[in-house]
């Protein structure tokens, strides 16, 4: 009798070491698979870091105007309608005679008056979004095509 209760302790342990050791496993795999993804996600992170490393270094060697980024910003549009401006006037003076005179643009729906002397702008107005409340509003007088208007020498 002692020797079958002896012989269930023996079974029972040998039943809870196993158990143990079954958990052990099961924790080593757990932690294995940890290590395996943690892994998996620093090399993405290290890729992405050199990848934007690689933008970065690009965009600073690359020319500015070689890419147009998009402006939010209103000191850079009047930049670019600065630019806009000085190309109209080269072109008018490589025409010949400098223009003077007043001239009705519709850019970025707004009607702008310009005005002219000897080619060179002198004022720049910016009037309502249409040509119908521009004349409304400032009582201009708008041609209806938008065509440069020309000082004669009657006025």
Known sequence: MINTQLHNQLIELEIQRKAQEAKKRVQEAK????????RQALYIVGFLFIILLLLVVLVWLLPDKSINYPSFNSAK??????????????????EGKPFSGTEYIKENNYVYKRVYKDG???QEMKLAPTIIESKEQNHEKIPQFSMPKKKDASN
């Open 31 to 38: 932690t294995q698979i940890l290590k395996e993804r943690l």
């Open 77 to 94: 549009s009047q930049q670019q309608n600065d630019n806009l401006i000085k190309r109209t006037n080269i072109q008018k003076k490589k």
């Open 120 to 122: 060179i702008m002198i």
